[in-house]
C-alpha cells in the first residue's frame, strides 16, 4: 500500500467519523424532570395536636399526647391510635392529582352533602384546617375535597378516604349493642 492510498483512507475513516457524530450517534438519554405535585394541605403531620372528624351525624375527636394518639370523643371508643396517626399522615401528605373547579350548583355531584366528612386539624401552634372529604371520583382512584375558604375542589389520593373509613368502622364496632339472652340465634 502506499502512503497516499493511507492518507485518503483515513480521510475516509474521519468523513465517516464526522457524519456519525453529526448525524447518526444517539443523544445521551435526557434526565427526566418529575413534577411534583403541591401538596393539598401546607401542615405537617407532626404538628398536628388535635384531630376532629365528623360523618353522617357520627363525631370522633382525638389529641395526640405524649405516648400517641388517644381518642376523647366519644368516650371509651377503642380506635387504634396508629389508624389515628395514619390517617393524619395521609391527609397531610396527600398531593393535588388534580384541580377541578368550583362546585357550585354541582357539590353533591362530588359527595359535598350529608355523606361529606367533615376534618378539623388542630395544630399545635392553635392554626386550624377544615376540610371536607367528599365521594370517590368515577374511575375509584381518588376522593373530592376541598380545604374551608377555598373555592376549588381538589382530587385527592384515595387513601385518605380508606383510614377514614377504618376509623368509622372500629367506632361502629365498639359500640355494638349486646344480644338478648332469650334471643334466638340469627334472629
Do not use: C, K
Not at 457524519?19 to 401542615?43: C, G, H, K, N
Request: a negative charge; hydrophobic letters at 40%; glycine letters at 12%.
Amino acid at each position: 500500500m502506499r502512503w497516499g492510498q493511507v492518507i485518503a483512507f483515513y480521510g475516509v475513516f474521519g468523513l465517516l467519523a464526522a457524519e456519525y457524530w453529526m448525524f447518526e450517534r444517539p443523544e445521551p438519554p435526557r434526565r427526566e424532570i418529575e413534577q411534583s405535585r403541591p401538596r393539598f394541605l401546607a401542615m405537617d403531620a407532626g404538628t398536628v395536636r388535635e384531630l376532629r372528624l365528623q360523618r353522617e351525624g357520627r363525631r370522633v375527636v382525638s389529641r395526640r399526647g405524649t405516648t400517641g394518639w388517644g381518642v376523647v370523643e366519644p368516650p371509651g371508643a377503642t380506635i387504634p391510635p396508629d389508624l389515628i396517626a395514619a390517617f393524619a399522615n395521609a391527609l397531610t401528605g396527600a398531593e393535588e392529582i388534580a384541580r377541578v373547579g368550583d362546585p357550585g350548583d354541582q357539590a353533591p355531584a362530588y359527595g359535598f352533602d350529608e355523606r361529606a366528612a367533615r376534618v378539623e386539624m388542630i395544630a399545635e401552634s392553635g392554626d386550624r384546617v377544615v376540610v371536607t372529604i367528599g365521594e370517590t371520583n368515577p374511575t375509584g382512584t381518588a376522593v373530592y375535597a376541598r380545604r374551608a375558604g377555598a373555592p376549588d375542589v381538589v382530587l385527592i389520593g384515595r387513601q385518605v378516604r380508606y383510614y377514614e373509613d377504618l376509623i368509622f368502622q372500629a367506632l361502629s364496632a365498639g359500640h355494638v349493642p349486646e344480644a338478648e339472652q332469650n334471643a334466638p340465634v340469627g334472629g
